[in-house]
């Protein structure tokens, strides 16, 4: 089984998002006792691109903005500056109760103290993402993409982004594209639509040649038995994913690759970091090692994004992984929710533990 990369193509890789901000306190400190905040620019979609963006990968951003907002002025500007082309409509935002980007409240956590995080969606403007909208079409067919990657967090994030995702998941297969499909589950936007979303996951899995996700998103997005979710004594546990893999598989012949980070919390700024995958019939398994975190969030997104650039650089798969745990591991360094390399170099010196200065 192999993934057969597009060579005629104006992008390697193409992520449907909503995106919003996060702000966080300075120094590390929690939320509720704290009166000055960093607001960066997020989704997790485009903390995966941010990889291949930052590495001179040509990406493009599908979303949806505020028509005439700050904020959406704001996130069009982080977005250049991230090297990333984006395409979506400005929605008008209506009175004050109307449409605006969401609010991501997060603090880093330190030591013994875990991470906080505070989701504020309410009006998100990304829920009115619509295949109508975009010209798939030219995107998928005229343009060319190698790559296009969904998650499971646009995929449930609406009635609409999930027809949305269907859409593009259809445009893609038609044109060659390779599929990625993170899972990314999450309780409180499947809450009351559980047949409906098992419904457009299944069809998404069906069609994807790269399928990611953790122990809890396989089973209870795709219902494929697991081993207990919580990252406790996870080497341990390493044959029961590779056994709920394998079960995947047998699922969702059409993959070829399937991925999931292995994670255990010694505490907020210490971390055993490792990751399995399967390509084809061949394992390759990182057991989990001590990584040091200054902020946790977007570790997995930046393990996912490594790992599609080492397939959008026809590297050997061994690399893929190597290059995806190092990726997840260097965005953990990062006050901003994405990895941004200077180079290949820097990934493959974390890799290899080298942390010397370089001159």
Same mark, same amino acid.
């Given at each position: 089984?192999?993934?057969?990369?597009?060579?005629?193509?104006?992008?390697?890789?193409?992520?449907?998002?909503?995106?919003?901000?996060?702000?966080?306190?300075?120094?590390?400190?929690?939320?509720?006792?704290?009166?000055?905040?960093?607001?960066?620019?997020?989704?997790?979609?485009?903390?995966?691109?941010?990889?291949?963006?930052?590495?001179?990968?040509?990406?493009?951003?599908?979303?949806?903005?505020?028509?005439?907002?700050?904020?959406?002025?704001?996130?069009?500007?982080?977005?250049?500056?991230?090297?990333?082309?984006?395409?979506?409509?400005?929605?008008?935002?209506?009175?004050?109760?109307?449409?605006?980007?969401?609010?991501?409240?997060?603090?880093?956590?330190?030591?013994?103290?875990?991470?906080?995080?505070?989701?504020?969606?309410?009006?998100?403007?990304?829920?009115?993402?619509?295949?109508?909208?975009?010209?798939?079409?030219?995107?998928?067919?005229?343009?060319?993409?190698?790559?296009?990657?969904?998650?499971?967090?646009?995929?449930?994030?609406?009635?609409?982004?999930?027809?949305?995702?269907?859409?593009?998941?259809?445009?893609?297969?038609?044109?060659?594209?390779?599929?990625?499909?993170?899972?990314?589950?999450?309780?409180?936007?499947?809450?009351?639509?559980?047949?409906?979303?098992?419904?457009?996951?299944?069809?998404?899995?069906?069609?994807?040649?790269?399928?990611?996700?953790?122990?809890?998103?396989?089973?209870?997005?795709?219902?494929?038995?697991?081993?207990?979710?919580?990252?406790?004594?996870?080497?341990? #546990?390493?044959? /029961?994913?590779?056994?709920? %893999?394998?079960?995947?598989? +047998? @699922?969702?012949?059409? &993959?070829?690759? =399937?991925? *999931?980070?292995?994670?255990?919390?010694?505490?907020?700024?210490?971390?055993?970091?490792?990751?399995?995958?399967?390509?084809?019939?061949?394992?390759?398994?990182?057991?989990?090692?001590?990584?040091?975190?200054?902020?946790?969030?977007?570790?997995?997104?930046?393990?996912?994004?490594?790992?599609?650039?080492?397939?959008? #650089?026809?590297? /050997?798969?061994?690399?893929? %992984?190597?290059?995806?745990? +190092? @990726?997840?591991?260097? &965005?953990?360094? =990062?006050? *901003?929710?994405?990895?941004?390399?200077?180079?290949?170099?820097?990934?493959?010196?974390?890799?290899?533990?080298?942390?010397?200065?370089?001159?």
């Amino acid at each position: 089984m192999s993934l057969q990369l597009k060579k005629d193509f104006k992008y390697s890789m193409v992520v449907p998002t909503s995106m919003g901000v996060r702000i966080t306190p300075e120094n590390g400190q929690p939320v509720h006792s704290s009166d000055t905040f960093k607001m960066q620019a997020t989704s997790a979609e485009t903390n995966v691109a941010s990889i291949s963006s930052y590495l001179g990968l040509p990406v493009k951003v599908l979303t949806t903005f505020v028509k005439g907002s700050p904020v959406a002025k704001f996130i069009k500007s982080n977005l250049r500056n991230r090297h990333m082309d984006y395409e979506g409509s400005d929605i008008e935002q209506g009175d004050p109760w109307g449409y605006r980007h969401q609010f991501n409240i997060a603090d880093s956590g330190f030591g013994g103290r875990g991470p906080r995080v505070q989701n504020d969606r309410a009006g998100e403007v990304g829920r009115t993402l619509n295949a109508k909208d975009f010209d798939l079409e030219r995107i998928f067919g005229k343009e060319g993409v190698q790559i296009v990657h969904l998650s499971g967090l646009i995929a449930a994030l609406s009635p609409e982004t999930s027809n949305f995702c269907l859409e593009v998941a259809r445009s893609a297969r038609k044109h060659g594209t390779i599929i990625s499909f993170d899972l990314n589950y999450r309780a409180s936007f499947w809450e009351g639509r559980e047949k409906e979303l098992r419904a457009t996951f299944n069809e998404i899995a069906s069609v994807s040649d790269v399928l990611i996700g953790n122990e809890e998103d396989f089973q209870l997005c795709l219902g494929i038995e697991g081993p207990e979710a919580g990252g406790k004594e996870i080497s341990e #546990k390493i044959e /029961n994913f590779k056994e709920m %893999i394998t079960r995947v598989k +047998a @699922t969702y012949p059409n &993959a070829s690759v =399937f991925a *999931t980070t292995l994670r255990e919390v010694i505490s907020a700024n210490e971390h055993l970091w490792g990751a399995i995958m399967l390509h084809g019939d061949d394992w390759q398994v990182i057991e989990p090692r001590p990584i040091r975190v200054l902020d946790r969030i977007g570790g997995g997104d930046g393990f996912v994004g490594g790992l599609l650039y080492g397939i959008l #650089k026809d590297w /050997n798969p061994e690399k893929w %992984i190597q290059f995806g745990w +190092a @990726t997840g591991a260097l &965005a953990t360094t =990062f006050l *901003t929710d994405y990895a941004q390399p200077a180079d290949e170099d820097m990934v493959w010196s974390l890799w290899s533990g080298n942390a010397r200065v370089k001159r």
